[in-house]
């Protein structure tokens, strides 16, 4: 059997104010095309479909079209699950009305974990859901105190599961979840505080193949046969460097798997440029001018004027400035400082150590004395 593994669509999201929804629907107008050219038998979606519990009406639109082609036009069943992003209730409304159109929609966790079977030529391959459920919506669903963290609650789903699976069949395991020891992305929500949010990719063993979601990096996560597809597209700019795409899974007559990674173009990529901003600015071999999502981040040190309006001219979907060279290694004293009790000068001259890493000079702290009296005058002036 050939499915496509894919996850974190995020659909609804927004980066950096921008809303990614024409993005998105220029990538999954690419990701139809390429589940029919590729004679997909199934396609498994692992979790947060939705950017947030209650999506935007494009968002819902866009995925009921989305799905339309996939199940009425392309004729190939969907199984989705929820994810921590997403509303269980409102992901499983009419899901058993949906299900006899070959979609199967997953929101809820229930007592009965029933698997989802579709058949080759080979036989059944029987998929088998685990919507995201923290673990006291487990201990409340099925009681039993001892399930205190994610890991607890998945092994005993997982060992539940097994009553309603049959031996002989082929399985694959759906799951939204942290395989402890994955890679994370700054664009993820964390699913709990501390390491009680791990997962033991170990427990996956009865599966031929388990199609994960959440993390947003594409990744092996224990094997070749426990992966993450990665989400659509790119969704922060620490994942500039990821490729994202899907994962085409060949299972063979006796469970074995071959995966390959398609990538997906999208309209605008995400982007990191880096180095002296009059360089940027003039040299457009070095920087050539560009429409993608851009992150720029400038070693210069001296004040600048209209940064990011200028540098806005060269890209328009610029999204963010940074100037590391500012910070101590991104964070600031922990010195204990009662700031009441301090003068504008000394304010100053400590906000100045801070974002540039190195003390104040007389001279420079003389400048900020003069403009801070001339400023002062002004003010006493309006006043009066």
Same mark, same amino acid.
């Given at each position: 059997?050939?499915?496509?593994?894919?996850?974190?669509?995020?659909?609804?999201?927004?980066?950096?104010?921008?809303?990614?929804? =024409?993005?998105?629907?220029? +990538?999954?107008?690419?990701?139809?095309? &390429?589940?029919?050219? #590729?004679?997909?038998?199934?396609?498994?979606?692992?979790?947060?479909?939705?950017?947030?519990?209650?999506?935007?009406?494009?968002?819902?639109?866009?995925?009921?079209?989305?799905?339309?082609?996939? +199940?009425?036009?392309?004729?190939?069943?969907?199984?989705?699950?929820?994810?921590?992003?997403? /509303?269980?209730?409102?992901? =499983?409304?009419? #899901?058993?009305?949906?299900?006899?159109?070959?979609?199967?929609?997953?929101?809820? &966790?229930?007592?009965?974990?029933?698997?989802?079977?579709?058949?080759?030529?080979?036989?059944?391959?029987?998929? $088998?859901?685990?919507?995201?459920?923290?673990?006291?919506?487990?201990?409340?669903?099925?009681? *039993?105190?001892?399930?205190?963290?994610? =890991?607890?609650?998945?092994?005993?789903?997982?060992?539940?599961?097994?009553?309603?699976?049959?031996?002989?069949?082929?399985?694959?395991?759906?799951?939204?979840?942290?395989?402890?020891?994955?890679?994370?992305?700054?664009?993820?929500?964390?699913?709990?505080?501390?390491?009680?949010?791990?997962?033991?990719?170990?427990?996956?063993?009865?599966?031929? @193949?388990?199609?994960?979601?959440?993390?947003?990096?594409?990744? &092996?996560?224990? *094997?070749?046969? !426990?992966?993450?597809?990665? #989400?659509?597209?790119?969704?922060?700019?620490?994942?500039?460097?990821?490729?994202?795409?899907?994962? !085409?899974?060949?299972?063979?007559?006796?469970? %074995?798997?071959? +995966?390959?990674?398609?990538?997906?173009?999208?309209?605008?990529?995400?982007?990191?440029?880096?180095?002296?901003?009059?360089?940027?600015?003039?040299?457009?071999?070095?920087?050539?001018? /560009?429409?993608? @999502?851009?992150?720029?981040?400038?070693?210069?040190?001296?004040?600048?004027?209209?940064?990011?309006?200028?540098?806005?001219?060269? @890209?328009?979907?610029?999204? %963010?400035?940074?100037?590391?060279?500012? $910070? $101590?290694?991104?964070?600031? #004293?922990?010195?204990? !400082?009662?700031?009441?009790?301090?003068?504008? =000068?000394?304010?100053?001259?400590?906000? @100045?150590? %801070?974002?540039?890493?190195?003390?104040?000079?007389?001279?420079?702290?003389? +400048?900020?004395?003069?403009?801070?009296?001339?400023? $002062?005058?002004?003010?006493?002036?309006?006043? &009066?």
């Amino acid at each position: 059997m050939r499915f496509i593994h894919t996850s974190d669509w995020h659909l609804g999201r927004l980066f950096h104010g921008q809303h990614l929804t =024409n993005d998105q629907a220029y +990538v999954l107008t690419q990701f139809c095309d &390429l589940v029919e050219e #590729s004679k997909a038998q199934a396609v498994v979606i692992a979790g947060d479909i939705y950017d947030r519990a209650v999506p935007p009406t494009d968002a819902v639109e866009l995925l009921d079209d989305t799905l339309a082609k996939l +199940v009425l036009k392309a004729k190939v069943p969907v199984i989705l699950i929820a994810g921590n992003h997403d /509303s269980p209730e409102r992901i =499983n409304f009419g #899901s058993q009305l949906l299900a006899k159109q070959g979609l199967y929609v997953i929101g809820n &966790l229930t007592k009965e974990i029933l698997p989802i079977c579709l058949e080759d030529r080979y036989g059944e391959v029987e998929f $088998m859901p685990f919507p995201y459920a923290e673990p006291a919506l487990v201990r409340a669903v099925f009681g *039993g105190e001892n399930l205190i963290d994610a =890991n607890a609650a998945m092994e005993f789903l997982i060992a539940r599961s097994q009553r309603f699976l049959s031996a002989q069949s082929r399985k694959v395991a759906i799951a939204h979840a942290f395989i402890a020891g994955g890679t994370v992305s700054e664009s993820e929500r964390t699913l709990s505080v501390g390491g009680s949010s791990y997962i033991e990719n170990r427990l996956f063993q009865p599966f031929h @193949y388990t199609a994960l979601g959440h993390l947003h990096n594409a990744q &092996l996560a224990g *094997g070749e046969n !426990i992966r993450y597809s990665g #989400s659509l597209l790119k969704y922060s700019f620490d994942e500039a460097t990821q490729k994202k795409g899907i994962q !085409i899974v060949d299972m063979g007559k006796d469970g %074995q798997v071959a +995966v390959e990674t398609i990538q997906l173009t999208p309209k605008h990529d995400v982007k990191i440029i880096e180095g002296d901003f009059y360089t940027i600015l003039q040299n457009r071999n070095l920087h050539p001018s /560009s429409n993608d @999502y851009i992150s720029v981040k400038l070693s210069n040190r001296e004040p600048i004027l209209d940064v990011f309006g200028q540098l806005s001219e060269i @890209y328009p979907n610029l999204m %963010q400035v940074e100037r590391p060279t500012f $910070m $101590m290694d991104g964070e600031f #004293s922990e010195k204990k !400082i009662d700031h009441r009790k301090m003068s504008e =000068n000394e304010l100053f001259s400590l906000f @100045y150590e %801070q974002v540039t890493g190195e003390a104040i000079t007389k001279e420079e702290s003389k +400048v900020f004395a003069d403009n801070l009296e001339e400023l $002062m005058l002004i003010e006493r002036e309006v006043k &009066l």
